[in-house]
């Protein structure tokens, strides 16, 4: 199962780098970017098989990221929006020039 | 052996079903218009992610992404969504244009040629060590110290112990930017 396992990690991985590519929610990008985590902490999981539980405490490393990412990323969503009144990507470009 | 194999099958059936099921949630989940939808579609991969950590001998793991990942992460991503009151129309059509359909085409399908290469080229069955099956019959047959979780906690607050310290300054950071952040601005000044 450990093949396909590695196979389904990579493939969530891919369909979150697409998703990244696009979509223009700013949030959808940002769960995008969990769905890729999430990816990788199943490959850690599935290795963690081969290689002892320490690749399970990686993944306890990978949630506490996350959680972090999570709360300051959406505290900037909320910033932006309260500027733009909005958060599509396209209309966010001011850095564009 | 007739029980044996009957298991063996039922493990498979077991981690195909939930497999193709994350696939076709994530699916779901980048092709959702409604920013609500695909946030129920991406809780749904990480159900599914959770029940593949099972049938992977990581249950504390499972519990952890239950409990952090669709019970926390995921409850505040819906109540940003909903504070932010992102659904009326003209936020829903969000997709990127040809040129940015066409690079994620591109990516998508240069990663799967790697997932291909890879599985091709036998990479994966090499690195696993031939006592593999042994090994796992020698742990299957002591107790565990410390049941399920002992062998994720041991690591954990032995060799990886100044990382899990770090981790709670990096929490801690998190929540003050996050505060600082999200504040009203209330200029006096």
Known sequence: MLVEALALSALLFTIGVVGVLTRRNAIIIFMCVELMLNAVNLSFVALSKLYGAAGQVFVVFTMAVAAAEAAVGLAIIIAIFRHQRTVNLQNINLLKG | ?189
């Open chain 2, 1 to 189: 052996m007739q029980a044996n194999q009957f298991h063996s099958l039922a493990y498979a059936f077991g981690f195909y079903f939930f497999g193709l099921l994350a696939l076709a949630s994530a699916i779901a989940f980048v092709t959702r218009k409604n920013t609500v939808a695909a946030a129920m579609w991406l809780v749904n991969v990480m159900f599914a992610l959770a029940a593949l950590y099972v049938m992977l001998d990581a249950q504390f793991i499972a519990a952890m992404q239950v409990l952090v990942y669709t019970g926390a992460i995921m409850v505040v991503f819906l109540f940003v969504i909903m504070l932010l009151n992102l659904g009326h129309p003209s936020e829903l059509a969000d997709a990127r244009g040809k040129w940015g359909y066409l690079l994620a085409l591109l990516v998508g399908l240069a990663m799967l040629a790697e997932v291909m290469a890879l599985n091709r080229s036998r990479t994966i069955e090499k690195m696993i060590p031939p006592d593999l099956a042994a090994r796992a019959a020698e742990a299957a047959a002591t107790p565990m110290a410390g049941g399920i979780i002992g062998p994720v906690a041991a690591p954990l607050f032995k060799e990886y112990l100044l990382a899990f310290e770090l981790t709670s300054v990096l929490l801690l950071a998190a929540i003050v930017g996050a505060v600082v952040l999200g504040k009203r601005r209330t200029d006096a000044r």
